[in-house]
Nanobody, 128 residues
Framework: EVQLQASGGGLVQPGGSLRLSCAAS????????IGWFRQAPGKEREGVSC????????YFADSVKGRFTISRDNAKNTVYLQMNNLKLEDTAVYYC?????????????????????WGQGTLVTVSS
């Protein structure tokens, strides 16, 4: 089990950028794949991105591919989601989640029920 804290959200204009952070408390942080999900009002939670425990492989939803990047610093127990060229439809609460199964790999398709621990979420609002 790992405790996660998502941060970095805020208000940004279309075309702007934000960098989200997911800080973990687990000593064995490098055993977990970390996923980012988002949930917009009235919509289901959807997978955005995932990074394997080693950071060797990443996944991005088609809707954010080419605009978002994910990285991790296991020495700092932190995963980052760099969001560039933000669009209005990116507005959502963003959650990071940890998956300790599947040997540190990102299970695909990226589904919420495959992730064991969740951060509290951070709100990203894209508006002009």
């Amino acid at each position: 089990e790992v405790q996660l804290q998502a941060s970095g959200g805020g208000l940004v204009q279309p075309g702007g950028s934000l960098r989200l952070s997911c800080a973990a408390s687990a000593f064995s942080f490098d055993d977990y794949a970390i996923g980012w999900f988002r949930q917009a009002p009235g919509k289901e939670r959807e997978g955005v991105s995932c990074i394997t425990s080693s950071g060797g492989s990443t996944y991005f939803a088609d809707s954010v591919k080419g605009r978002f990047t994910i990285s991790r610093d296991n020495a700092k127990n932190t995963v980052y989601l760099q969001m560039n060229n933000l669009k209005l439809e990116d507005t959502a609460v963003y959650y990071c989640a940890a998956d300790g199964s599947d040997y540190g790999l990102c299970q695909r398709p990226l589904r919420p029920y495959n992730f064991d621990s969740w951060g509290q979420g951070t709100l990203v609002t894209v508006s002009s």
